[in-house]
């Protein structure tokens, strides 16, 4: 019996992706994440992390969000917003974002502590309408898998009760 034996053309795929990975924060300011910081009356203190991402194609985005989580109407501040578009010439992003704080931030009158929360993502976060109050604003699309990252710090405030005339924003 006789065969004819036919080659087997070759099987070329792309090489494996590189795993998607999550944003890094670095370079706080004034401490670390998870330090308590206290804030006299008048005083401004300006926070900021340094923001990078390995995935040098990802637009990143963040939140500065005070008494969260959870979500509190009255309570939770969202105080700024925004996001960073991938660099042109292919390096990672390298970006600080500072966020003030004050007693016309945190409200007055107010004493004891408060929670600061830098949120950032490497998608656009969720405005679902199921969304629960712990997660309300650091969530992602249930359809585009990412990564949230934060850092926290606790803020010890003394605002008296005297009236002020900033909006809150940045």
Not at 73 to 87: Q, W
Request: hydrophobic fraction near 40%; charge should be negative; glycine fraction near 6%.
């Amino acid at each position: 019996m006789s065969a004819c034996i036919i080659p087997v053309a070759p099987n070329f795929q792309d090489p494996p992706s590189v795993p998607d990975a999550p944003p890094y924060l670095f370079n706080f300011q004034p401490a670390s994440p998870g330090n308590i910081v206290t804030i006299p009356g008048a005083d401004v203190v300006t926070f900021s992390a340094n923001v990078t991402d390995i995935d040098v194609g990802d637009k990143l985005y963040y939140r500065w969000v005070l008494n969260y989580p959870p979500f509190k109407d009255g309570v939770t501040k969202p105080l700024n917003a925004g996001d960073i578009s991938p660099l042109l010439d292919g390096r990672p992003i390298n970006m600080p974002l500072p966020q003030m704080i004050s007693c016309t931030y945190i409200g007055r009158p107010s004493e004891g502590a408060h929670q600061l929360e830098l949120i950032v993502a490497d998608r656009a976060f969720s405005n679902a309408a199921d969304l629960k109050a712990e997660n309300l604003l650091d969530s992602l699309p249930e359809d585009s898998p990412g990564f949230v990252v934060r850092a926290t710090w606790t803020i010890v405030a003394s605002c008296s009760a005297v009236a002020s005339t900033a909006s809150g924003a940045p």
